[in-house]
């Protein structure tokens, strides 16, 4: 709608764009001439601007008519915005506290306003600094677990779910986007893989080489296509959470998507497991930190299968999955036990997929980048690829999520 009156916005206008709104510019407080603007933009797509008022903040967030890092060489709708504004309308009530308060979405200027989260950081930077946030993981859990449960079969009958199939179906430039470069380019010669040159050329080579390995893949790129369990988040990594202290929240949802549950899960503990792997080359003894992030993972996992279960013992058998009438209370938990053991191994393979784009593809981590030795960081990389190779061909070694987290020392 509205294309054409769609326009970049200059920091210089936001005060004047939010005054026309009546509950956006009375949060702020005063008059727009005493509001401040900031440009904060560090992510790979959008513009993001941070507006101080007298009596309180917000965050206003634009989509551009390309991808923000690469500006002149890759244009992209700004549809976006709509997609991640339709996200959080729909998830907002299922995890409130676990992301910001929606608060305006201008479907013309492709602008959402949201509540500003301060003084959070993003969860990778205290990562990269060695900074333990002792809630996070137990909070992103309990986000994955509602969203994903509440959009699922379990709860949820088919009409609704197929509602937003129809909606999220037609995000399709940020689909295509981790399409390619999720799925498809790291298997494959691409201008838009950046893997480190020539440390990692062999591994690539050997990524390209390997038909089961790529088969695997397949299986997983066709259940991210075909497996519409639940409405992803969709880019659950370590840089769309922010974090407190005491206070965690989940940001940027434009990737969403009905999809299968383990992908959400599976790119949260890959960014854990980079996390983890880069440290190695980060200053200082960092060996007590190595095993808290391990830690972490764990309590991730278990978290979320508890929440998951317990989201399912409270409110289940609503959807048309499992209707209550057809499980007794001694049927029910062989069932839910199924359910989760299919989600884990999913989430295994995303695990995998998440790690070898990482490192190969486009979208490089600044865990990494953060390693200024760059044969160093290459050689982590390698041993990142390595566990993710055996995650995708061997994934009966990693029954449950303590054999994966005993098993990753051994390829650091
Ligand atoms: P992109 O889609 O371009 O990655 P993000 O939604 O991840 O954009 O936001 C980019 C950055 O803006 C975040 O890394 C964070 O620093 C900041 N940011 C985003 N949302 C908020 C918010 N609600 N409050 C404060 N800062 C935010
Ligand atoms: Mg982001
Ligand atoms: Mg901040
Ligand atoms: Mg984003």
Redesign the pocket.
């Known amino acids: 709608p509205h294309t054409h009156d769609y326009r970049v916005l200059q920091r210089e206008e936001i005060a004047t764009l939010l005054a026309q709104w009546p509950a956006v510019a009375a949060r702020l407080g005063g008059q727009p001439a005493q509001w401040t603007v900031q440009d904060?933009?560090?992510?790979?797509?959008?513009a993001?601007y941070?507006v101080e008022g007298p009596l309180d903040g917000l965050?206003v967030?634009q989509s551009l008519p390309y991808v923000?890092v690469a500006k002149d060489d890759w244009p992209l709708s700004v549809e976006r915005a709509y997609f991640e504004s339709a996200y959080m309308q729909r998830t907002e009530p299922f995890v409130p506290g676990l992301v910001?308060q929606f608060l305006h979405f201008d479907a013309t200027l492709r602008v959402i306003v949201?509540?500003?989260?301060?003084p959070?950081t993003?969860l990778r930077k205290s990562l990269i600094e060695g900074v333990r946030h002792a809630d996070a993981a137990r909070a992103v859990a309990d986000f994955a677990a509602a969203s994903l449960f509440h959009t699922s079969d379990i709860s949820t009958p088919f009409e609704r779910k197929f509602q937003d199939v129809a909606l999220f179906s037609q995000n399709h430039d940020l689909q295509r986007i981790t399409v390619d470069l999720v799925f498809i380019d790291p298997y494959q010669v691409h201008a838009r893989n950046r893997y480190a040159s020539p440390q990692l050329a062999a591994v690539a080579q050997s990524l390209r080489d390997d038909a089961a390995l790529k088969a695997a893949v397949a299986t997983f790129r066709n259940h991210y296509l075909a497996k519409p369990q639940a409405l992803l988040h969709g880019d659950l990594h370590s840089?769309?959470v922010?974090v407190t202290q005491t206070d965690t929240r989940v940001?940027?949802g434009?990737f969403a998507w009905v999809g299968p549950i383990g992908f959400d899960t599976g790119m949260f503990i890959a960014n854990l497991l980079m996390a983890w792997y880069a440290k190695a080359g980060h200053s200082g003894d960092t060996t007590g930190y190595r095993a808290w992030i391990l830690e972490q993972i764990a309590v991730f996992w278990q978290r979320f299968h508890a929440q998951f279960l317990a989201h399912w013992n409270t409110h289940g058998g609503r959807g048309d999955g499992y209707p209550d009438s057809h499980f007794d209370a001694t049927a029910l938990p062989t069932v839910q036990a199924a359910f989760l053991q299919d989600v884990w191994a999913d989430t295994l393979g995303f695990t995998a997929i998440e790690i070898i784009r990482r490192t190969i593809g486009f979208s490089q981590i600044a865990d990494f980048g953060a390693v200024a030795d760059v044969d160093l960081r290459a050689r982590q990389q390698a041993a990142a690829i390595a566990l993710a190779r055996d995650l995708l061909l061997h994934p009966a070694r990693y029954e449950d999520v303590q054999a994966l987290v005993s098993a990753v020392p051994a390829f650091g």
Do not use: F, T, W, Y
């Open positions: 904060v933009a560090d992510g790979n797509l959008n993001v941070l965050c967030k923000r910001p949201m509540e500003r989260l301060q959070h993003i840089g769309s922010m940001i940027d434009e």
